[in-house]
């Protein structure tokens, strides 16, 4: 299906068990006009980026999507962004937008993999091609990553402390997956919505971060701030028009536009960029710091391994057990594993990683029989985690997961060097001179958001057992 012509079909996405693998228009696949390569410009009137919008694995299929939703997904794209490109170079200085782009760490694997280099490399060549099109900022996401999994941690431990009285309190489902946050309102509604973690995704962290606090650096006006967000997921685009990242009172969104990786690099390919050409840039760094911020990742296979950060934190708060390295337990395949925190041969704590619809599926059938023995579930809708998105590990036809180029940005992401969110200097910088302290008011309304169960009429065909023990 593409952007602009999203389907309508009312299958239920919950009884969905493969990868949609609906082909995509010819439009998408539109040469740019030799003009615009020529003058190295990003050209208005391309369809280049009219692509298949595979929200991963169903989880947010077109019988989800409304016609309003459709309609804002379908302007996220290099038209959209070469328009604003466009008036700055033709109206007046003093009505520039500011154009800044924000890259996902799970995104730079795979141009070092497409490009043969290393990420430090592979993420300068990036930075210097996008500032070459008018972007006068790049960063990487890091930072907004690390306050997502600090106030994750600090939510679960919260919850568990008043397990005994709340019923609603544990287990607790992450919440930086945009398809499972769809899923789990649109169908299974209150079944889990009061279970999903407040923290908001990195990528609506980073909004924030850059609309709220560099705005005020910058002395600018969010909404002469255009931001763009380079992700792995096409779910990222449903995700950046959710109603409550938009500022009525200053009419702009947290995150304006969200291309996926594997748009930027046709992008790039259909422009003849060559890197030979392209200078290596640093990233910007949102503090303002000098020189090129080292580029680390968090602990996890392919995402920023929420479950990890967690269970060391909860371990270390809880039971004052310090915990260096995990084991994973297998189950049905290496997408649905799990942890066990134990102490003299009592269980204490015991958490899973629950990666791919199918598995899923799995997990939701327990939920409804009552047999879910978790405190905490990581759940993300694509096999492997983020850096297996479909907005960069579809083959070249049919839509398929390429498993080889998967197995290499996996290979090439976990030889970043690993730091800690609670060792980040920024971090706690921002939390007491943006934030006003990490408790305050200011904290939870930018950090933190609700999930709540919609369109009820999705959700009442799927009836609820009437004793759930979690």
């Known amino acids: 299906m593409s952007e602009e012509n999203i389907g309508r079909s009312k299958e239920k996405c919950e009884n969905c068990t493969k990868q949609c693998n609906k082909k995509q228009s010819d439009e998408g696949t539109s040469s740019l006009p030799e003009k615009d390569v020529a003058n190295g410009e990003v050209p208005a009137s391309s369809h280049l980026l009219k692509q298949q919008v595979l929200l991963s694995a169903c989880l947010s299929c077109e019988g989800c999507v409304s016609e309003e939703e459709s309609l804002k997904i379908s302007q996220q794209n290099l038209e959209e962004v070469a328009r604003v490109l466009g008036l700055n170079k033709k109206c007046d200085v003093s009505k520039h937008q500011v154009l800044v782009v924000s890259v996902c760490p799970q995104s730079l694997p795979f141009f070092a993999v497409k490009y043969s280099l290393d990420i430090p490399e592979a993420t300068r060549k990036l930075c210097g ?8 900022y790049v960063f990487d996401t890091t930072l907004a990553a690390g306050f997502s999994i600090l106030e994750s941690q600090r939510d679960f431990v919260q919850r568990y402390s008043r397990r005994h009285h709340d019923s609603q309190a544990l287990p607790m489902f992450t919440s930086s997956c945009p398809g499972w946050i769809r899923y789990a309102e649109r169908v299974l509604g209150s079944l889990v919505t009061p279970h999903i973690c407040t923290a908001r995704s990195p990528q609506q962290i980073m909004g924030c971060l850059v609309k709220d606090y560099f705005t005020k650096q910058q002395k600018l006006s969010p909404d002469k701030l255009y931001h763009i967000m380079v992700a792995p997921c096409f779910d990222k685009k449903l995700e950046a028009v959710r109603e409550e990242f938009y500022n009525s009172l200053l009419e702009s969104r947290d995150v ?5 990786s594997g748009e930027v690099f046709h992008m790039m390919e259909q422009m003849k960029v060559s890197l030979a050409d392209l200078d290596s840039v640093p990233l910007d760094h949102v503090l303002g710091e000098a020189g090129d911020p080292a580029l680390v990742r968090h602990q996890g296979r392919g995402s920023e391994g929420f479950l990890e950060h967690i269970f060391k934190y909860a371990a270390s708060e809880l039971f004052s057990l310090d915990v260096e390295e995990i084991t994973y337990k297998t189950l049905r395949n290496r997408d649905f594993q799990e942890v066990c925190l134990e102490r003299d041969g009592e269980v204490l704590l015991q958490f899973a990683s629950v990666y791919g619809f199918r598995n899923i599926q799995t997990l939701v059938h327990r939920m409804r029989k009552g047999h879910v023995p ?4 990581e759940v993300l809708s694509c096999p492997g985690g983020c850096v297996s998105g479909r907005g960069q590990a579809q083959g070249e036809t049919g839509g398929r997961v390429d498993k080889a180029l998967v197995q290499q940005m996996e290979e090439a992401y976990s030889r970043l060097p690993i730091r800690l969110p609670d060792t980040n200097p920024g971090l706690h910088i921002l939390y007491q001179d943006w934030l006003e302290g990490q408790d305050s008011t200011h904290a939870n ?11 009820p009429s ?13």
């Open 129 to 136: 091609f996008l500032k070459s099109l008018g972007v006068q």
């Open 256 to 260: 304006d536009c969200v291309l996926t």
């Open 374 to 377: 978790y405190q905490l579930v």
């Open 445 to 455: 309304t930018l950090l933190h958001t609700q999930y709540t169960q919609q369109s």
């Open 458 to 470: 999705q959700t009442q065909t799927h009836t609820q057992p009437p004793h759930i023990q979690w």
